[in-house]
């Protein structure tokens, strides 16, 4: 069970999953869109991922200190997809952040974009009151779902975006990274592009647990923007047959080799009913309407719009030509 010292945060929930590692995972409703985790190897705290907002990253600060009585030494970044890093911001020098050298390029250019995109708050005030003002008349209720969401979000953003600095990897790694504590051992290991523009993922041997990030999305929709489809699937086959018994995704619940089974299962039909569009000429269009099977409808309540980039990402890959993007 939960330390009594565990903080309760708005933003995600703390689940215990062996003596010394937890798995944060969002809350509906919070900032934090993302999951992370606390390792502790003994002799110091180690952090996967840091958030979304800073506001949710002062409460993964709070939980990691409070836990361990002592700050956090190293934060790991599985990818450079900024619902993951912004709330690193919030630790200060003492605590290094670790990426991998593709990432931590490939978070210089978003964090350069974030910025520019935050000089203008009259612009995200008008676009969440565009979304406010649709979803009075909007019926579908999947449509009113995302619109509450992406408002919520939107307005998450809109209150730190003036305080906001990105914090940059202090160090980087190219493959492998090993942890070695009194408590137990971790190993940071990069598993190459897939999901994003590469992907690295903590093993804990010892525990059976592995801290995948986005490779990983448990009952949820999944994300293919920047992906590569086949590399994308080859590092879900990884954990398909593996040693870990517990895996935490990025987003979603904690789970196992089912819910991997599962993801996979997605990935063959959303390229089947797209694909098919696109070989036969198809508009995206049509695309956009394919019906997905169960269990994977319910995943799109309030996830129109990683589908919508799920299908125009798959439509491009078959051949078939997408509209520009808004
Ligand atoms: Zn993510």
Redesign the pocket.
């Known amino acids: 069970m939960l330390k009594n010292n565990l903080i309760e945060s708005k933003h995600f929930t703390t689940h215990q999953l062996a003596e010394g590692v937890y798995a944060c995972i969002h809350k509906p409703g919070g900032a934090a869109?993302?999951n992370a985790g606390i390792i502790d190897l003994g002799d110091s705290t180690l952090l996967v991922d840091s958030f979304y907002a800073l506001v949710a990253g002062r409460d993964l600060r709070h939980t990691a200190e409070a836990l361990f009585n002592r700050p956090v030494e190293t934060i790991i970044l599985t990818?450079a997809?900024s619902?993951?890093w912004v709330g690193a911001s919030v630790f200060d020098a003492n605590t290094t952040l670790l990426a991998n050298k593709t990432v931590r390029e490939v978070c210089l250019q978003w964090g350069e974009g974030m910025m520019e995109d935050f000089k203008n708050p009259a612009g995200w005030e008008t676009w969440i009151n565009e979304m406010e003002q649709q979803l009075q008349t909007e019926q579908d209720e999947r449509v009113r779902v995302s619109l509450e969401n992406t408002i919520t979000r939107a307005r998450y953003t809109l209150a730190e975006m003036g305080e906001f600095q990105p914090r940059y990897a202090d160090q980087t790694f190219e493959d492998v990274v090993n942890f070695q504590g009194i408590a137990r051992n971790a190993e940071l290991r990069s598993l190459g592009r897939g999901h994003s523009e590469d992907d690295a993922v903590l093993l804990l041997s010892e525990d059976r647990i592995a801290f995948i990030?986005?490779i990983g999305f448990f009952d949820s929709q999944p994300?293919f923007g920047f992906c590569d489809i086949d590399l994308y699937r080859e590092q879900l086959l990884f954990f398909q047959e593996s040693e870990f018994q517990v895996l935490v995704p990025?987003?979603g619940p904690v789970g196992d080799e089912n819910d991997i089974a599962l993801q996979l299962r997605y990935f063959d039909v959303m390229e089947d009913l797209v694909s098919e569009v696109a070989q036969r000429g198809g508009s995206f269009e049509e695309a956009l309407q394919v019906a997905l099977p169960e269990p994977f409808d319910k995943w799109l309540v309030g996830g129109m719009e990683r589908f919508g980039v799920n299908v125009r990402y798959l439509f491009a890959h078959y051949g078939g030509e997408v509209p520009e993007e808004e």
């Open positions: 869109y993302s990818h997809h619902d993951h990030g986005d994300f990025g987003h």
